[in-house]
């Protein structure tokens, strides 16, 4: 079996938690959910940090905890690369120090990177002989980061590494981690609430709530599905990757192309041929029955009713399939009536906007 | 007739040009370099326990650590005085073994400054190990450095200054003692008579210079090892803010 598979519980007074999924053996997944559903603990079980943990733990047909047959593999020897929400820097080594920390103990035969790939990979190559006591919020999420990969890890878990930062450290960071996420043959866990993160880096997500998994699976699939809670927030959406196929100089908008189907979006350089991800928000979905004409509206395309869901008693949340993607439109109930809406109607659905993410 | 004793013994006017026997002094540098070594041995493991373990028996072990702190140090000297002598359970099992006495010798002084000083080696390591919170450890095992490893590697450094806080007063609080030596060293000049013992000799048989002199010396080894501690502290906070 390739990937992590997981099947965990753990309990403390007021609070238990029941985790079940399996991950792909790469690309990220975002494990998402209120604050205090209990994502940090599920990420500190399985590392091993938490030591009450009972239940199994597989990763790439290696066991690192099965309750039942008595197996629980101590952290430093789960070959994992963790990456905490306070950085937790060694403060009596140098920035080059934290890195070598970790490869020195990788076993030999199993390392994949050298601390010089890792200080590559994050850009941190100018602060290597710093202390780590001097160093800015982004600077310690880097470092974090590239101690991390120096282990060469087998899993990659991280704890919202960005929480502690601004926005303008923010933009900074994401960047190396669209690389991980694009480069990186290993599975990665990336703890978040902040739904902007996960539609730019994830690919998949595990969504808990009070401690249980209520899904996972591919984002898309999750984003869009109208049972959870995630389609009724105000800022539902889903997610498409898209292909840049052509531009419009004249108009200054650039081409984008997902399964044949055509988006304009506002061409800020994208490079012929480069992969974009671009999201597109629920409540900036319209429907109409016939091709529009006379709209402002650049991107419309057809689209089947797939599913129908209450979202409140003035709004309905409509999935739709357009060209094998999954889309949100949240309607008033008035106009599904009026248009004589129904399930497995073919319908245009009108984006007004849509957000370039990488 | 006292004055004129002194006068005999004495001629020079200056105090500290009279002749004084060091022996004391290189006896009692032996013994605090010999009981700090031994503290910190005994020390730092239970001080890494008290900082980690959350079972019940961790409140009574500290207050018994703590004891020295505000017992007389003759009670605890008493107490020793028992179990290392030849019928005591320590003294006997000792001999038992084949060792000399312990009352009255080296090794009786440094078991009884070992117990005397715990308390300022544990407690210095102990709040050290305890500030360090659990994160630094956990990100070591993520790391992949096994349980020693951690230790030696991680908690060692980041309790630096508890180390030496924690050996300074050792050493200084084992030069300063005095009941405990008394009750189980007694005071054989050049094997049990330390610094403190021969000033307490030097005055009870009014031989005021040389008590001088070793009161002076004494006096400055303290301060020069608080204003040192005290300097090492205040560098180390400038360095973690900058």
Redesign the interface.
Known sequence: MNGLRVALQWHRPGFALNAEFNLPARGITALFGPSGSGKTTLLRCI???EGAASGRIDIEGACWQDTARGIFV?????????V?Q?A?????LTVQGNLD??YA??PAGERWLTPAQAVEWTGIGHLLARRT??LSGGERSRVAMA??LA?SPRLLLMDEPLAALDTAAKADILPYLERLQRELAIPMVYVSHAMDEVARLADHMVYLEQGRTLAAGPLREILTRTDLPLAHTDDASTMIDAQVVGHDAGYHLALLDFNGQRLQVADTGLQQGAAVRVRILARDVSLSRAPPENTSILNVFPATITKLKHHSPAQVLVGLDAAGIPLLARITRKSWDGLGLALGQHVYAQVKSVALLQ | MLRKAQARRHPSPLPFRVTMDTTPIWITLRLAAVSTLILLMLGTPLAWWLARTRAWIKTPIEAVVALPLVLPPTVLGFYLLIALGPDGWLGATWLALGGASLAFSFTGLVIGSVLYSLPFVVQPLQNAFESQGA??L??????????F??FI??AV??A?RGFITATTLGFAHTVGEFGVVLMIGGNIPGKTQVLSIAIYDHVETLEYAQAHGLSIGLLAFSFAILFMLALMNRRHARR?V?
């Open positions: 590392a091993g940090l101590p952290t430093h020897r789960r070959r994992l690369g963790y905490f306070d937790a820097l060694m403060d009596h920390y970790g103990r990788a006591q001097g101690r991390a282990t | 994160r630094p956990e990100a070591a095992a993520t790391l992949g450095a096994a349980p490893d951690r590697t991680v450094p980041l630096r973690a900058a």
